[in-house]
């Protein structure tokens, strides 16, 4: 008679569960990473549009600064015609400040930024404040909520009358 020898070639109920858990915890570190990588790269998207559309305030009013000088407005009396101090809302297409509301920016259907179109959750605000009869300072800043938090982006400038004409 043959004796039949078994060998063990399986694996044993402890190692399987061992397996299982290192298996469970690499894949869950893994979807915490990559989930972790996309809010941060929506994060700062949205930085970066906040960004860019406070530099966008202060450059419609320098542009209106500029624009006072091109009709010879000059002295310290007329320089700043419709930059005087105060809070504003402003638009690229506008050649002049809006009142202050707290609107939210819009996307038109050319994909420009503006108070009319599709809300988006962006709000900007211009500061202007007077330094001297020939400087101001312009503060733009733009807030959102992003994940339950308030986010705030702020760029400041400060303006010269520099081809003044006393």
Not at 39 to 58: D, H
Not at 100 to 115: A, E, K, N, Q
Not at 147 to 164: D, F, H, I, P, V
Request: avoid cysteine; hydrophobic fraction near 40%.
């Amino acid at each position: 008679m043959k004796k039949i020898k078994f060998e063990n070639k399986g694996f044993t109920l402890m190692e399987v569960i061992v397996s299982i858990a290192i298996i469970t915890v690499a894949l869950i570190s893994i979807i915490s990473l990559i989930s972790f990588s996309i809010s941060g790269i929506v994060t700062n998207g949205s930085k970066t549009t906040a960004f860019g559309l406070a530099q966008e305030g202060l450059e419609i009013v320098r542009s209106i600064r500029d624009n006072n000088w091109l009709n010879y407005k000059r002295t310290s009396a007329d320089w700043r015609d419709g930059l005087s101090a105060g809070d504003y809302r402003v638009q690229y297409n506008s050649t002049s400040l809006l009142s202050y509301s707290y609107t939210p920016l819009r996307i038109d259907v050319d994909g420009f930024y503006r108070y009319s179109g599709i809300p988006t959750k962006f709000y900007r605000k211009i500061t202007i404040s007077d330094v001297d009869d020939n400087q101001f300072k312009v503060v733009a800043e733009v807030s959102w909520q992003e994940k339950g938090r308030n986010l705030q982006m702020t760029a400041e400038s400060r303006l010269y009358n520099w081809l003044k004409e006393d």
